[in-house]
């Protein structure tokens, strides 16, 4: 191509950089990488990936770590995939310093890993030195964003909002919610009060909007919760003489805030919940293109935190609350490790793989630990499901994982295998948790 006067751009020198990593030749798809600026082009993550694949398939680590190192220095950061190859040729290299290194991206990148990377990570900790040290499954923790996150979430809802809504309309509704700042919830008045009403006789149900507003304010300590609802609404129930005075009282008692003729309400209360660090009830899953515009990795960690679901059983209402922990890569302060594993064929997570050394086995019931094999070099791995639980109110679900009743534990899913270990190496053991088997 060069020699016939053709310049080269990214997309053909990636595609030559892929036969030569095809054909094992990791080193020249890694200098056409280098090289690419001599053709005024800039290489991208996928210009990086035949030589870096192919370093790691091949096992030659420091060649790999190289080509990160100038994925680096051209500003290309790496992704799920190219993390997963590092952390396994550094594990088959036995480097500790970089095995740790990775998991640490992951964490910060991922909400759980694939089974490939699973087997990887639970590998290292049986066969080679690990810091993991006691499983204390009581440390699993709440994982929110944080003040600083939260007020450019904040401040990025109302722009959005600005652009979309009249913006003298929003602006009255911020300096309202300044002056009102107290609320510990924020209600989606309409996704309840039409909640299961498709059929002939259905309506607004103001029924089921008042028993999610006073179950609130029993569960807050008697606080009231703010619900947010559009004002044609509003002027349909106060014409309605049987809801008129419950309407009336939620005024009174700054229970209720309308919104403006041709507004959309999602805007007041997504930026109420946000901007007060609140809850938020609703079942809407917040799937619109309004919601696409503010980021899917960084908005549900939020609403893992913030959404409370609802439902309403032969008339009974059952508030679901956020999960007491978070459903994402975490390493506890004593070294342990706690990492989602997502099912086959998608990237939800389905079960948890927990590695800390044999003496976690302590923490649990007597009943729930593998019988001591006669080979000290063996190593004690179980696979043990125990159910996610929740917060029993409004106000424990602030709270950290409180203590081990919060997990409940189902015997007659126990398994377990045993493998072999060097003489040097801790014994570490595992523990799989079903992310399903969450007590509602």
């Not at 996928?46 to 190192?69: I, M, N, Q, S």
């Not at 990887?120 to 996150?149: K, M, N, P, T, Y």
């Not at 600005?162 to 989606?188: C, G, P, T």
Request: net charge negative; glycine share 6%; with cysteine.
């Amino acid at each position: 191509m060069v020699s016939n006067g053709i310049k080269p751009n990214e997309a053909s020198i990636t595609a030559v950089a892929r036969l030569a990593a095809a054909n094992g030749d990791g080193d020249y798809a890694f200098d056409l990488v280098k090289n690419v600026g001599a053709y005024n082009e800039l290489p991208r993550l996928r210009t990086y990936d035949p030589a870096l694949f192919c370093f790691c398939e091949k096992l030659e680590a420091d060649k790999a770590y190289e080509v990160e190192e100038h994925m680096g220095s051209m500003g290309v950061g790496l992704e799920r995939g190219e993390i997963a190859a590092l952390l396994k040729v550094s594990l088959e290299s036995r480097n500790e310093k970089r095995v740790y290194g990775y998991l640490q991206k992951l964490r910060k990148m991922v909400r759980c890993v694939r089974g490939e990377t699973a087997k990887v990570i639970e590998h290292w900790f049986a066969v080679f030195e690990g810091s993991g040290v006691e499983l204390d499954v009581d440390l699993l923790v709440s994982v929110d964003i944080d003040d600083d996150e939260t007020e450019r979430f904040a401040e990025s809802v109302a722009g959005l909002a600005m652009e979309r809504e009249v913006k003298a309309n929003f602006s009255e509704f911020q300096n309202w919610l300044e002056e009102h700042a107290n609320y510990e919830a924020i209600v989606d008045g309409a996704n309840i009060g039409l909640y299961q009403q498709n059929f002939a006789e259905g309506g607004f149900s103001t029924s089921q909007l008042d028993a999610v507003v006073k179950d609130l304010y029993n569960q807050s300590g008697k606080k009231w919760p703010l619900i947010i609802m559009h004002n044609k609404r509003l002027r349909a129930l106060l014409q309605n003489p049987s809801t008129r005075e419950l309407i009336q009282e939620w005024i009174e008692k700054d229970v209720l805030y309308t919104t403006p003729q041709g507004s959309n309400d999602d805007w007041y209360w997504l930026y109420a919940a946000v901007k007060l660090r609140c809850l938020l009830v609703t079942n809407d899953e917040m799937r619109d293109h309004i919601f696409e515009l503010l980021g899917s990795d960084f908005f549900i960690k939020w609403k893992e935190r913030h959404q409370v679901r609802y439902t309403f059983v032969k008339g009974k209402l059952e508030l679901q609350m956020p999960p007491l922990f978070s459903v994402v890569i975490q390493e506890s302060e004593n070294g342990s490790w706690h990492v989602p594993v997502a099912g086959n064929g998608n990237d939800s997570p389905q079960s948890w793989l927990c590695v800390s050394r044999p003496r976690a086995c302590d923490a649990l019931e007597e009943d729930s630990c593998m019988e001591g094999t006669k080979d000290s070099n063996d190593i004690c791995c179980n696979s043990k499901f125990l159910s996610f639980g929740r917060p029993e109110s409004l106000t424990s679900c602030k709270n950290k994982l409180q203590s081990q009743a919060s997990f409940q534990e189902s015997d007659n899913k126990i398994t377990a295998l045993t493998c072999k270990r060097k003489e040097r190496s801790p014994s570490p053991s595992y523990l799989h948790v079903p992310c399903d088997q969450r007590h509602q």
